[in-house]
């Protein structure tokens, strides 16, 4: 089983949308969760972080953790044909250097 | 403000052939260094990470290694390509202590084995 647990998609939605993307994890040690947004033939780049329960929002982004359930979830808003990218999952341990990424969703808004 | 830079951008190279890839950090001081493979639909795949100068880890046998000969420098390296090798490679930094040790990638290389 692997650690974390990321459906690659692809995901097409039309413009205005509410997207939901979701990663499931077995490490119940993990703490600090992450969502990093990757443009094609691009580097990933953070886009939001959450430690340990509850949500988090930053825009049109909601960040959601449930540790009992061992699942999170990034949900957009309103989206944008500038959303299309491709969408990890990513955790870590207190302290701990290595950070475990999903596999990545493949997210198409349509115009 | 910090900047990350990996070169060259794409490079093909026939199987058996030497590799060196270098990625450099500006803008910060000893920071932790990755090296990341991602291929198409697996995600990113871990393979070597540094805490300081001539400090390196490995997190998967293979055919590739590391270095670090100055302190914002990392250099990935095989002394033999393998077709498996191809793939795109990302270089990142993140800072040195606890707390959310959040990763900046650079813009990375796709290394195409033939």
């Known amino acids: 089983q692997k650690e974390v647990e990321q459906d690659p998609g692809p995901l097409s939605v039309p413009e205005g949308a509410i997207v939901s993307l979701n990663c499931t994890y077995s490490?119940?040690?993990?703490?600090?969760f992450m969502w990093y947004r990757q443009y094609s033939r691009k580097g990933p780049e953070l886009l939001m972080y959450?430690?340990?329960?509850g949500n988090k929002e930053d825009g049109r982004f909601t960040a959601q953790v449930d540790k009992s359930s061992k699942y999170i979830s990034l949900f957009i808003r309103d989206s944008q044909p500038s959303d299309s990218a491709t969408y990890l999952c990513?955790?870590?341990?207190?302290?701990?250097?290595?950070?475990?990424f999903g596999a990545g969703t493949r997210l198409f808004v349509k115009a | 403000s910090q900047t990350i830079h990996q070169w060259p951008a794409t490079l093909v190279q026939p199987v058996g052939s030497p590799l060196s890839l270098e990625c450099t950090v500006e803008?910060?001081?000893?920071?932790?260094l990755y090296w990341y493979r991602q291929a198409a639909g697996r995600g990113l795949q871990l393979l070597f990470y540094?805490?300081?100068?001539?400090?390196i880890s490995s997190e998967v046998p293979q055919n590739l290694s590391a270095s670090r000969p100055q302190d914002r420098q990392f250099i990935l390296s095989s002394k033999k390509l393998l077709l498996s090798d191809s793939g795109f490679y990302l270089c990142?930094?993140?800072?040195?202590?606890?707390?959310?040790?959040?990763?900046?990638f650079g813009p990375g290389t796709r290394l195409t084995v033939t």
């Open positions: 490490n119940s040690a993990f703490q600090y």
């Open positions: 540094s805490v300081g100068i001539g400090q």
């Open positions: 803008g910060t001081s000893n920071p932790n």
């Open positions: 990513a955790m870590i341990v207190t302290g701990g250097f290595k950070t475990i």
């Open positions: 959450t430690y340990s329960s």
């Open positions: 990142a930094w993140s800072l040195t202590g606890t707390g959310v040790t959040e990763q900046y």
